[in-house]
Structures are given as C-alpha cells and as structure tokens.
C-alpha cells in the first residue's frame, strides 16, 4: 500500500463472492479507471475480512471505512461520494441495532471489538493473489531470518516458548511434534499440512487459505527447515476449490521469487509443495488416514499402539503434520517472539483461537478472539446474541466430536481445557448457535447421521454403533422410542467412545452423551409423551389455522404443496391433518400481521382434540 | 476413451500414489468413472484392479454413473441443519422428484447433499453448479427450480 | 532375543520381545476373545474385542500390543467387558440369526466369542431389528459369500493379498455400507480370483463357505497328489469317501496352504469316470487288462521305435524325482533328446 493512495478492498471471501463480490470489483474498477483518480486508488481483492453476515462487504482503507450489502448498483455512489467528494455513503453503512445510528469505520462496530486477530491479521487486508502484498506485510521475512541459522533448534526454542497447541482439534503442543520430527531418523521427511476442514460447519482454514496462503506456505517451510523435510503437502478438500486456486497461485509466485523450491533464497535449503486434493472423507481428517489417502490408499485409519507420524509417517517416513492454522501461527510467533505469544491467552492455552460462528446469531462470521474469552461474550458482544428474540438454548463446538453446551455453561471461558471438561471440545473451530426453537435429540440425531456416514467402516464399535445410536435418536424423534432408550444410548455411547480404533469413533457419542447430559428433559418429552418441546421433529407436530386469526386470504392454501388446506377467500382455513405433510409452507406463507398457522406438539400432533 | 485417458496418463509417472489425482482427472474427464477406464488405470499404475475399485468407491467424491448436466447441493452442514437445511431437502426433492443422490429422468439435475460451503451466514444455503443460493425456506427452493428452469433453457 | 516375563491374569508368562499380549496368551493357552487376529497375517486390529486392561495404560487392543517385561495384564475388568460386550453385541445384532443351517456352526469365532463374552440380553433385543439383506454371492463353483454373515474382519482381504498376492478382493465403500468385493462388485468369479480357498478357510465366521461341507467322521494326514509340491494334506473321509480337503499347517513344505486343485480337486477320486485298470486298444475298442500284459506291451512298442522317432511328454503331476527319471531313462535308454513336461495341470 502505497501512504497517499487509497485503496478499495473488494472482500471475496465465499460468502461475499455469493454474494457477487466479483462483479462488485469489476464494476469499481472500470468506473475508477480511467477518471483522475486513477493510480491514487487501488481497487484489491481481499481474502474474507469476517463480517459475513453483512456481505458483500467493501472496505475503504486507510479510513477503515466498512461498507455492507454492497450490489453492483451501489459503485456509483461509493466512487463518486467516498472517493470523489469524500462523502462516506451512509446508507450502505453498518448501522448499530440498538441506536440505529451509522458506524463509519469497521473498528467501532461491535463486532470486530472484541476479536484480537492475529492469525487473521492479513485476512481482509492484503490481496491473496499477489505476493508483494504479503511481502509488504513483512511476509518472508521470518523464513528469512530462520534460513541464516545454523540449524532449527533456534526455531524449537521460540516454538517452545509460545505454548503453541496444534490448530486442529487436539491441541498438542506443536513444539512436541516439531522435536520428535527432528529427532526421528531418516534421511527423507515431509511436513504435511492438515486442510481437510471436514468439521460440516467450520470454514476457518478454508478462509485463511482463501486469504493469507503465503503464511501457510512460510510456516510450512519454517518447519521443513526445524525438522529437515524438502517436500511438503497441503491436504485440502476438493470442496473448496477457491482455496485450491489461491494456494497453487500462491505457491507459484512463491518458486518464481526463490521462497520455494531449490536453494531457497541462496541459503542452500530447499523446499517445495504440493497440493494435494482430499477426495471427500472426513476421517481422512485424521492423520494416519490422511497420510493413507495421500499414498493413494482408503483412508483406513491404524491402530494403537502404532509408531507415531512423527517416526513413521507419509511413505512410512518420519512426518510433521499440523494443522493450517497451526503452520500460518509460525511465522507471526517467530516475528513477535514466543514469549510474547505465551502472554497472549490462558495458562494451558495461549494466544487466539478462531471460529466460524454461526447458527441462530445475529452476526455470523469468521472471528478471532483470545484464548480464555467466555461464551457469552462471543455470543453476546461479537455475535450480537440470537436474532428475533428468541432464547438461547445452546452453543456447539468441536463438530461432530464435540458437545453442545446449555446457558449454564455461558461463562465458561473458551480454551482447551475448559471445554474438554465441560464435555465439548475446541475441535479445529466450527461454533454453532442455537436458539429455543432446536431440538438438541434431532441435534444429536444429526451428528450422529453425520458420523455414521463418514465412518471408515473398518471397526466395530463406530461402524455399527454409531448406526444403532443414529436408528435409536430416528426412532426418538419420530416418537418411536422405548423407555430405557436413554440408559441404552449411554451405555452404546460410552462404549463406541472407549472402545473405536481413531478419533472419528472415540469421540462419535459425544454429542448424544452431552445433550442427554444437559437437556434430558428434551429425550424424555419425545420418550414419554411423544413431544418434541421445541416443536421441530417433523413426526411429532402438527399445524392448525387459529380461526380467530385467519382472514382467509388464501395464501396458505396456495403454498401448500400437497392441497391439504381448504376454506374459502375470507373464511376460515383448515388443515387436512391426514393429508399434511408437515412441510410448514403454510406456516411460512401465512403474513406475519396474522400468523393465523400455528405448530404444536404433543397431544394435539397425534390429531386428537385439544384437552 | 482410450487417447482421452492416455491423454490424462502421460501426465503421469505411473506410481500407485497418484491414484487419487489420476481417478480424480478421469471423472473430470468423462463425468464419472467407467469401470473401463478404472482397470486401465490399475494397469497404467500396475496396482490390482479391486484396488482401484475400492478407493474410488471409498471417497464421496468419484462416482460410477454419469452426473445430470446441473448439479444442485444442498448444504447439510450444522449451521444449515439448525436453519431448516431438512426442509429445504425435502422440498428440493419433491419440486424435482428425486431424492438426494440421484439424477432427474430429463438428466438434468443431480441431486447431492454437502457438508458447509462457507457460506454459514446465509443458511440455508443450496448451489447449483457452484453457485450459491442462500437464505433458503421451501418456498424459496421452489421458486429456485421454477425460475431456475426458465432461465436455464 | 530378549525375553519379557509379564502376568495375564495373574499368571505368569514369558515371551520373547516382539511378541503380542494376545500371541503370548495363546502359547500360554489362556483364551482373549478376538476376531480379526491371525497370527499368519498382520494384525489390524479392528474388531476391538482382543481389548484388555494393562495396568498403567488402560484399555488396550492386545493383539497389536507388544509384551514388556513387568506388565499386568488383565483380560477381565469393567472397562474391558464394557467395551467388547457391546462389541459382540452389534456384531449378533448386524448378523444373521439361524446358526443351526449355518455350515460354521459349532465352529464359528462369533460364537466362541459370544460364549465367553455373553450379552446383556434386553439391550441385544432392542438393537435387534430387521436389517436389509444383501444379496449372497454363490458365483465361484467352490465357495459361496453370503456378506449377511460377514463381519468385516478383514482376513480374508489380509489373505489374499499378504498371502496370495492375489488381490482378488478388497473392501469396498465405506461405513455401514462397506462391503468385501472384487472389482466393480462383480462376482467372485469374474474377478481374477484364483479360488484358492485360502480366504474361506480362514474366514472365522460363515460368511464364506465351501459350497460342499458334509463334515467328515476322520481325517487322513497325506500328501496332495496333484503336483511335485508335495503340500501337506488331511483328507476327510466319511462312509469311504473322501468328503473334504484341508492344509495341513503342521507340514513344514506347505505349512497349510493349499491351490485350488489341492483344497478342491478332490472329487475325482469318487468320479465314476475315473479309470482303474490299464486299458488296450484292439480293433478300435479300449479292452481291461491286467497290469503285467500292460507293461509288456509298453516295453515291446518302446523297444519298436528307439531314437528320434521316440518322444516323451512328462507330467507335472509327478515328482521332481519322478521327472528326473523320465528324461534320464528318454536320454540313457531311449537314446533321444525329444522330451517335453505339460508344466501345467
Ligand atoms: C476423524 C478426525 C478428523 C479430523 N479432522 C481434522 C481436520 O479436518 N483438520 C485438522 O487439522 N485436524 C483434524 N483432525 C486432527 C488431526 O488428526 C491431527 O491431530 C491434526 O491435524 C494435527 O495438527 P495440529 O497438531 O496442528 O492440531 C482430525 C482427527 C480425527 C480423528
Ligand atoms: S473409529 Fe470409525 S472411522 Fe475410526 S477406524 Fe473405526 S470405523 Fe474407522
Ligand atoms: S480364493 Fe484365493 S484368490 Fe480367491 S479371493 Fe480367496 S484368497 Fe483370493
Ligand atoms: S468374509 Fe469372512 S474373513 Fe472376510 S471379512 Fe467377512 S468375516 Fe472376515
Ligand atoms: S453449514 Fe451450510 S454453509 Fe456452513
Ligand atoms: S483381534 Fe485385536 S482387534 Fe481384532
């Protein structure tokens, strides 16, 4: 960034690009080209800048003016008003839900306050696509300085000073990892970088590819260079091929300017990488798998007791495997130094954790906030709680090997520790939100399905325990469950948990386990009285047309996509229960000013009278 | 089909690791994996044939019948669950009369479910050949494959 | 080679390092339930029912665990019957229920298992349910696979290929829909399997069976007579009949291993067609004759036609021996150099 210019940042993260941030680009630049603002603004592509929720976002920098919902019809107005008159175009500004009053600059708004982003320090500033924006930022230099060292164990010390844990969900100290490698013999070793992201809710490596590859690529070479590897692989899912095509341009300009590739930067190290592309499965996520899959093998996790990756890992060579996020630390921990790292963060977790927050919150994004922060203040303060009114019910972490948390557990800060003890887990970063309108048993149900899908198949307990506890959770919330079904779940559960050969099955009843620890009451209601209290399993309720509310408009009964609602213009409506396949169009049709529809469960879902 | 795989061979060395990349070039190639081709790719890599079978089988990505010309994928991931992703599914289906998995009669959608694409603030969210259509009910769904239809012919 | 001294269950047993808990335990004759462990393939250590307690470290699989000098071993404890008593229990309810037509019965490590392990029976019941059937696969004229019975152990993918080097057959798909199958899921029979049986006799369920199995009421321990290997035999015999072929794993040759000739070429034997006495050819007709006018006639058609105009063709069902005689005796006394061997069967 040039001092005097400005520059227009285009956000294009995925769900800006949904939202057609390509074309917002396109179209600001052409409207700045060629006007004499030319060459005093810099139109740029940036990876996502976090506030999703708000997208497509364009920011104005150095004013760090943030603007929301941009379409292609709002360029006018930004180039002529903001960057020709100077003129911030209030309206496409984000505007504070309490006081209604505009807020100009990204820095006010809630929530990016209270986020402290360090990994997530390039994402939304630099342009993905061009190295000499990283190397702007002090990219490169890092490696740089690693290369005129005599050896790694330098590297070994800064790593071991910041406590850094892996990235990926288990939270082992990387530097732990990083010495075993080194130490292993072997004359061939690789570093291997987890991007699997198989979390089905969670998009933070995804965005951190997509916006700041060259810190992946630098801490991929910092670590081949501690541990004595000469070729890496980046492991990511086909699924996102954005992320594919920013890294391999990325790895790209990074052989073309020497920080890739033979003798890099004339220090005589040489290192290169190579992307490798996950062929959908989850359980490749887990490292013995996913070294499999690379060897173009079924990703069949090995079982314990088995030499470590470290010793014996890709090709039966000794491998250092991390996660994105872990590798994209390295670089900013060996700029800043570890023990300022280790300042940031709680005593058994340092520095920032970053989530993809989403679900029933008002803001959903990619944040990054400190290691030690609560719940609540996520939720609450960055999320800005849970929208149209609703009541909290519970928070999900760690994907499907995590566990979902009630109110009560608001406050519990968020580090490895304390969520493992709550009976969650940090995972690699999804955070879910759901408000009183969930049903935690079909929630359970939909891990479950989940697991049971993405299971490799080859043990016992997880190949067919988790389909028995999934047929069990489809029986309950069908309202086809038996007494007993609780204690039977558990006891399945806490067995497929102790007795699964990899992670994927170990942790696969975590979240039947927690949602019967934390909301019984939900199971028992579906058990006993064939109700679901959040009026959500399908089987278990019904829709009525409150006749003191219906006006017969008839919007309901043209929704319907089974003709089960009859009634007359400007006369009561009526649902043909037998007919009704719960698909709550109606719902949905009937105006908000009347909601005439109204959803039960309990006796009434059974088709009775009402008592 | 043979020059089309050969054309994808010669980049190649020939080693079994590259079976993922060679299967997944092929199903570029062709839309989805002929068992001819896969048992000239056991012979090309000189691994078993029922090898190659049982990655390709393995993966959720490669498949053993051609795709439709459109494929629509509605994201099942946790934060589309909570906003309904179910409902948006069932009324997919029903609007093309498939269910997930499959292809219509006409050949023209194939039906797939993902796990998040990203895009968790416009939940639910469905694409059709990468595009991304958020902030779905059923209602919406429907009116996606109507208006979908038209502009599509 | 170092030796480790541990406790199975208070008992005390030595190995030598490099051995498993579960290897050691069998030497020692004390029973671990497991499925997927044989000690002729590498252990892989699915099906988690091998699980016991060594003090120190918790649940461990003990047939991939090495023995360590001072280690306590217990096959029994809370944890352990947690874990493999559901094991068994998913395994009865994912499995088809008529053991009595089953041709493992009595025989089967399922239900070795389930004897020793025993279920909870209401929490069996309640996992029990309809389950979609496969459809069997009687396609090899030797050896059916009904995957209703299958229980993923592995072996007998392990067999073919650590073994065989075959790889007929391999897992395929995933979860709950993982399925052992040859290429494109085709039968047995258009796969390039070999029906060697070596995966059917290790399969320790019913899963694969050979399509005839009348149990025999005694076994011959011989030498299979269909090739020079000379591979170890025991031939079961029930009413004078040969009813069934298996290796025998105690020859040091063949140490159990068996072709298809061997483990399913028995039945000419029985065959009505087989030939018993030498036959004559005169006027057009195969006449019986004794075995000395035979030979004479053999020795004085030989003595007819010495040198180039004599050819022999040797047979790879004789001994290395034997065929050494055969071109000795074309060379020396035939007094020509036209030999051939069949070299297949
Ligand atoms: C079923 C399963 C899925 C996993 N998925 C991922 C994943 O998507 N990304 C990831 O980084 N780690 C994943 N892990 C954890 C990895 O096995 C491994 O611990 C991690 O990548 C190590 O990196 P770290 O030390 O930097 O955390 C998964 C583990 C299991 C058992
Ligand atoms: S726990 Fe599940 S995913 Fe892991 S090895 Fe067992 S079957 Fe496969
Ligand atoms: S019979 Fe032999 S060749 Fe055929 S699948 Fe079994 S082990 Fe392999
Ligand atoms: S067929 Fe038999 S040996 Fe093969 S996996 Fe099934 S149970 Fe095991
Ligand atoms: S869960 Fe659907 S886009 Fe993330
Ligand atoms: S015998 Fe050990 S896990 Fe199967």
Redesign the interface.
Known sequence: MKKDTRSLLVCQ???C??GKSRAIQEALEKKVAGTQMDGDVEVKLIGCHGF??Q?PLVIVEPEATCYTGVTVEDVDDIVQSDLRDGQVVERLLFHDPETGSPIASYHDIPFYGAQTKLLLRHCGLINPEDIDDYLGVGGYEALGSVLERPDGREVLAELKASQLRGRGGGGFPAWRKWEACLDADGDEKFVVCNADE??????MD??ILEGDPHAVLEGMSIAGFTVGARKGYIYVR????LAVERLRVAIDQARRRGYLGSDILGSGFSFDVEV??G????VCGESTALTL????????PK????PRTTEVGL?DKPTLLNNVKTFAFVPLILAQGGEWFARIGTEGSKGTATF?L???VVN??LIEVPMGITLRKIIYEIGGGVPEGKAFKAV?TG?PSGGCLPESFLDTPVDYDSLLQAGSMMGSG?M?V?NED?CMVD?AR??LQ?T??????????C???T??ML??LEEITRGEG?P??VE?LV??G???N????CGLGQSAANPVLTTIRYFLDEYEAHIVEGRCPARSC?ALISFQILPDKCIGCMLCAK?C?VDAIAGERKSVHVIDQGKCIR???CE??CPSRYSAVERTSGSLAEGGEEA | MKERLEQVFSAHAGTSAELIPILQQVQEEFGYLPEEAMESIARFLRVPASRVYAVASFYAQFRFSPMGRHKVSVCTGTACHVKGADRVLDGVERVLGVSEGETTEDGEYTLETVACIGCCGLAPVLTIDDEAHGRLTPQGADRLFAKGEDSRQ | MRVHDLTIDGVAVSAPEGTTVLDAARKKGIYIPHLCDRPDLKPVGVCRMCTVEVEGKGLVISCKTPVRDGMVVRTESEGVSKVRQVALELLIADHDSDCLTCAKDTNCSLQRVARHVGVDSPRLARIRRERDRRPLDTSNPFFDFDPNRCILCGICVRTCDELQNINAIDYTFRGTKTLIAGFGNRPRIETNCESCGECVVRCPVGALVPKDSRQPSKLVRTICSFCGCGCGMLLGVRDGEIVSAAGDFKNPASRGRLCVKGRYGYRYVNSPERLTTPLVKRDGEFIPVGWDEALDLVAEKFSESMGDSFATIASAKCTNEENYVVQKFTRVVMGTNNIDHCARL
């Open positions: 993260g995925s769900m690009i949904s999703c929720q997208g198989g979390d089905p809710g969670a998009f995804r965005s086909a699924e996102y091929p490798f592309l062929a959908g499965a989850f899959s690379i060897e173009g093998k079924r990703g069949l079982a314990a007791p088995r090709f993809a989403s679900g029933h959903c994004g999900q994907g999804g879910v759901m969930t929630v939909y891990f989940f049971e899908r993405e299971s490799c198949g080859q043990c016992v307990h190949r067919l325990g389909k028995q047929t069990i038996k007993g079904d039977f006891q399945i806490e067995a497929v102790a007795g699964s050969l399908k929704a996509p698909c709550g169009m949905e049709a």
